[in-house]
């Protein structure tokens, strides 16, 4: 097999590996807008806001401790005890509902009825106030997150494609993780849609909320579910993102990355944000490997967005976006 | 006057209950509009009551009202007999009214099966978590209100769109697909909103049939809107009329249609 092919093999398997990323972090996005048409802006801040949470109780960090010390001129910073992952991410899927209900209770209530725009600029509101909550309560410094999660090159992968191929693909074990987390994750969230009682009911307002009210389903407690779960999943991927890169703040950026697969995707199909997130991983990858020696690299960083503009003229609803229908 | 827990003898031959529903001098307000001025009527167990009214009389508005979707800044809503505190719509529809839209509100991307599910969400007491861990419950529950569905699906005569996503179905069908939604709930009182809008003749001959059928078999206590006179005539047991907010005319097809009042609300006596 010829050298070349066999290299864009391992792109490409590179490449779907990091749109499985991509699209864990668009999924959070889907869910929310979906369910009450909201652009979430705060998806991104969501999974760093999870990830810090997840690593300051891991380390048993005191919270708001800059603020308590300048107040009461202590010096306390830790508690003094580890938290085991596990333990960790339970507490922190409960933070995250607590998160979920505030965010419904203070901020997105009072807005029922509003105009699309208003309430994205309530969540670009709620991303820098979270933002600041997440630095006020756990320090800007850059955390290294270890749940657990098998890290380095899959030497069976290694030692197999060698094997075959005469040349060892690398493939990241956190990767492979990664992927099956995700399939996990969103097998559970189709099983959920479907088969719950609550599924039911927040599919239900996600269509029309009228007739929700009408069967007897309360909005706002499918609201605070549907941004419970969104930050659930926001915590999967910053755990997943955090492991692979340190928690910092450039993590709330991954929602920009998430923008291009939303628009290849559509912003209400939770496969749109699969499928999308596997087109941009592959292709990014593919064309800075056959395009980008030509140009002199770095086609990584505008690869997707130009891909999504083609895509906004072309096809703006979407590849698997609700129709544009205008009736006349 | 009937007293509260009085039945009478309808025109053709059925015995009726007590008082289901009972509106005390309500008044509903928009800003400086009055949409609704001191109206009392009330709804009586297994009668078909019907609201009539020229457009703009405040028909939907009351039915409105009924349902929650709408708070008066006036008046009293006994339910059973029972004072009902200012509700959400989804807390009166959990206390057993259901009801359909003029508009038509199904969840359009959600086949017809589905949407009749829906219905019955309110029966489905298995939690999140027990759903999750002790499937054999779920299970039967879902049987259980299944079978509920399906019996209503036959009864309306939609089997064979069971499986059709709601959104390709012509609007005669939609409208009954929303009635099959609204019985699953097996509601103590059904709130029909212009049930017949937008229909022809056909159509409205096959809702009036149904809608006679689920009072007669399943003895649904029925309030509906409807501004076609005929219709509601033939329909319903008692008829509220109302006009301009206010309430000009409540009794039997018989006794409104030769209200003096009435006739002229329709043929459109100037007011002034």
Known sequence: MPEQLVFAMEVTLNGLMAGVLYALVALGFVLIYKASGIFNYAQGVLALFAAMTLVGIMQGQVPFSHLINAVFGGHITHFGWNVPGAVAIALTVGVMVLLAWLVQVLVMKHLVGQEPIILFMATIGLAYFLEGVADLMWGSEIKTLDVGLPQGINLWIDETTFNIFGYGFFIDNLDIVATVIAALLVAGLVAFSQYTKQGRAMRAVADDHQAALSVGISLNFIWVLVWSVAGFVALVAGIVWGTKSGVQFSLSLIALKALPVLMLGGFTSIPGAIVGGLIIGVGEKLFEFAVGPLVGGATENWFAYVLALLFLVFRPQGLFGEKIIERV | ?272
Do not use: C
């Open chain 2, 1 to 272: 006057m009937l007293d509260n827990s009085e039945s009478y003898v309808t025109e053709d031959g059925r015995t009726i209950g007590g008082v289901v529903m009972e509106m005390k001098n309500i008044t509903l307000r928009f800003g400086g509009v009055v949409a609704i001025q001191d109206i009392s009527f009330d709804i009586r167990e297994g009668e078909i009551r019907a609201i009539i009214g020229p457009n703009g009389a405040g028909k939907s508005s009351m039915l409105n009202v009924i349902s929650g979707f709408y708070v008066p800044q006036e008046g009293e809503v006994l339910f059973h007999g029972k004072k009902r505190p200012p509700m959400r719509p989804y807390e009166v529809a959990r206390q057993g009214i259901a009801r359909t839209f003029q508009n038509i509100a199904l969840f359009e991307g959600m086949s017809v099966l589905d949407n009749v599910m829906t219905g019955r969400l309110n029966y489905m007491k298995t939690g999140l978590f027990s759903q999750a861990l002790w499937k054999g419950k779920a299970e039967a529950e879902e049987t259980e209100n299944r079978e509920v569905v399906e019996r209503i699906i036959d009864f309306l005569e939609i089997q064979h769109i069971r499986k059709t996503p709601v959104a390709r179905l012509p609007y005669g069908l939609k409208k009954r697909v929303e009635l099959a939604r609204a019985l699953a709930a097996e509601p103590k009182l059904l709130l029909l909103d212009e049930p017949m809008a937008g229909m022809n003749v056909e159509e409205k001959e096959d809702m009036s049939r149904f809608i006679l059928d689920v009072n007669d078999e399943f003895g649904t206590t029925i309030a509906l809107i409807e501004h076609d006179m005929g219709v509601v005539m033939d329909l319903s047991d008692r008829v509220v009329v109302m006009d301009y907010g206010k309430k000009i005319g409540d009794g039997t097809p018989n006794e409104v249609r030769n209200n003096q009042d009435v006739i002229d609300a329709y043929l459109g006596v100037s007011h002034d």
